[in-house]
């Protein structure tokens, strides 16, 4: 089955401990992307990656860190300089991340990530 | 920041009726959009994609785009309890590395029995 997969789905952390999410997907995509959904929000952009070993920050990454190493990874890392990290967080992928078909992003499962 | 806006909510309708879900975004120059369906504790799943002005359908979904009025909107026709969900509308934003996604908060979609 080609999909996206994202573990552990749930998640929880000490304050001042750093986590990792992990994202896979097997769908031969280019881009992928990190977002973070509170309750009753939408989607926010914290990291994206068009292709490997070169990302961007997207609209909320501090306190985050993401790594492309390899096509079909994008980890993300939440650092103890994340202020309020309890949060669900959502992995997708698209196909090279340009416009069209190429735009379409496709959704893991998520991890839902919670600091006690 | 490019905006994308959505009325929350609740859309009630009863069932077999339509529901008309509509956004608007703030960037013209916006080439790609979408809509997803996200149920409480999931993930978003892609419904509909458009691209150009003009009407899309694809089973009970129809997907309507004025580019010129920067309004994407969608309806879905005999609606059922089971298209109860939050809808979401995203819109694409070209950047230097990449285009990205800027989605709104959702409309929340119940449908009645």
């Known amino acids: 089955d080609g999909g996206i997969t994202q573990s552990p789905k749930y998640l929880f952390r000490k304050e001042g401990q750093n986590v990792t999410l992990s994202c896979e997907q097997n769908l031969n995509h280019d881009a992928m992307y990190w977002y973070r959904q509170d309750p009753g929000q939408g989607l926010r952009l914290i990291y994206y990656?068009?292709?490997?070993?070169?990302?961007q920050k997207g609209d909320i990454a501090e306190g985050y860190s993401v790594s492309r190493e390899k096509k079909e990874s994008f980890p993300l890392t939440v650092t103890s300089a994340q202020k309020n990290p309890t949060a669900f967080y959502l992995c997708a992928s698209s196909i090279d991340g340009l416009a069209g078909e190429g735009d379409t992003q496709y959704f893991g499962p998520g991890t839902r990530l919670t600091v006690l | 920041q490019k905006e994308v806006e959505q009325n929350s909510g609740p859309l009630s309708v009863p069932e077999g009726a339509i529901a008309s879900l509509n956004c608007t975004y703030s960037d013209r120059v916006s080439q790609s959009f979408f809509w997803y369906r996200q149920y409480s504790g999931k993930s978003p799943e892609l419904i509909m994609s458009i691209y150009s002005n003009g009407d899309k359908e694809d089973g009970r979904f129809t997907a309507q785009l004025n580019k010129a009025s920067q309004y994407v909107s969608l309806l879905i026709r005999d609606s059922q309890p089971s298209d109860s969900a939050t809808y979401l509308c995203?819109?694409?934003?070209?950047?230097?590395?990449?285009?990205?996604?800027?989605f709104g908060t959702g409309t929340q979609l119940k449908v009645e029995l």
């Open positions: 995203a819109v694409n934003e070209v950047t230097g590395g990449g285009n990205k996604l800027t």
């Open positions: 990656s068009q292709i490997v070993n070169d990302f």
